[in-house]
Structures are given as C-alpha cells and as structure tokens.
C-alpha cells in the first residue's frame, strides 16, 4: 500500500518515490528520505513493487515493476494538488525512467529525480542501462555518490552530456546510496545535502 509523507504546503509538488532493489518502502533509507523531501517542500509517495510485498528477494521482470510504477503514480496524479514527479533509489529511479519512456506515466511527470542511477552492473561498465533514457522526455536530475560503482562520476557526465534537459549532482565521497564513510559523516549529512539539492530542483 502507497505510504505518503505531504508536505505543509497544500501546492506542493508530489514525488512517487521507488525503492531499491534490496528492501522496500520502510526501509530506513526510503523514510529519511521521504520525510525529509516533506520537510523541504515536497510531498513525496512511496510504495512496495510486488515481489517485496510477496516477500520475495528477486525483482520482478521489468514490465511488472513498470506496471506497478504506473498504477500508483495514477493514484498519486490523481491527489496532486501541484506538479508530480517521478524517480526512486536505485532501480525504483531506473523502473521509473523506464516507465516514463514508454509514456506509461500519465499524466507525463514534470521531472525525473536519480538516487544513485544504476548505470550497470557493478564491475560491468558493459552491461548499459541507459538507451531509454534519451525517449524520456521530461527533465532529469542525477544525484550521484563519488565512490558509486554502478556509475563512476565520469560516466555520469558523459551520460548527461548525451541528454537534453539532465543535470547532474556528484556527492562527495557518497557510495550508492549517497552515504560518505560514518566516521567522516557521523550525523550523515551527505543525504541532508543531496535532499537539498533535489527539493530545489523540484521546486525551482
């Protein structure tokens, strides 16, 4: 069942937010997020893919997970009150993406936001998963660890060269999740300054 943190403004911009392949919406990752997101402006909706539900730990098949993406963001277009956007952690921004390309989020989202965007498979730089991406056709923000290896830095900026409309936000010595080493970044204060960054996309 979606889960939505609102924000105080009854305008605000609405953010379905896809979770990562290894743990669903209540992780704490996906809550600190969300909330703070809430905090900052916008109102952001999260849900489980039905393999978290069902309680198993391999994804589904990608058209599955698009269609999962589609049926709640109907639901959230639906209750919006101002723009709606799209993205997620990890695979729920790649699934996201997908969706999207395939116009199967309507009303077409006003922007996709990454958290850390799986580029490939780690020690696969091969393996692409960005061929979609140019069929998007709404503006995209990156937010990208330093240290991320489904997606180095350099990578990222030939990515979004590539693109039209995409922006890109390196977090300084952030892994996939954003997150800089703890005994650099005891209060964690990477994920307070990619939050930042991705309200003030949003709500620019």
């Known amino acids: 069942m979606p889960v939505s943190y609102p924000a105080h403004s009854s305008g605000a911009p609405t953010l379905v937010l896809g979770h990562g392949a290894g743990a669903g919406q209540m992780h704490p990752w996906m809550t600190?997020?969300?909330?703070?997101?809430?905090?900052?402006?916008?109102t952001v909706v999260t849900f489980n893919f039905p393999y978290i539900d069902a309680k198993r730990r391999v994804p589904d098949l990608a058209p599955k997970l698009e269609e999962a993406f589609r049926a709640v963001w109907l639901e959230a277009a639906a209750n919006a009150r101002g723009k709606i956007f799209a993205g997620g952690k990890s695979m729920g921004g790649r699934i996201a993406s997908q969706a999207a390309a395939r116009g199967l989020l309507d009303p077409s989202p006003a922007g996709l936001v990454f958290f850390g965007y799986p580029l490939h498979p780690p020690g696969k730089p091969a393996q692409r998963r960005d061929r979609h991406l140019a069929d998007v056709g709404a503006p995209m923000l990156f937010l990208q660890g330093e240290r991320d290896p489904f997606g180095t830095p350099e990578e990222m900026r030939e990515l979004v060269a590539d693109?039209?409309?995409?922006?890109?936000e390196i977090i300084d010595d952030g892994d996939h999740s954003l997150v800089r080493p703890k005994r650099a970044d005891p209060r964690g204060a990477s994920i307070d300054h990619a939050l930042d960054l991705a309200a003030a996309w949003i709500t620019r």
């Open 32 to 42: 600190h997020v969300a909330r703070g997101l809430a905090e900052r402006g916008v």
């Open 163 to 168: 693109l039209s409309a995409a922006d890109l």
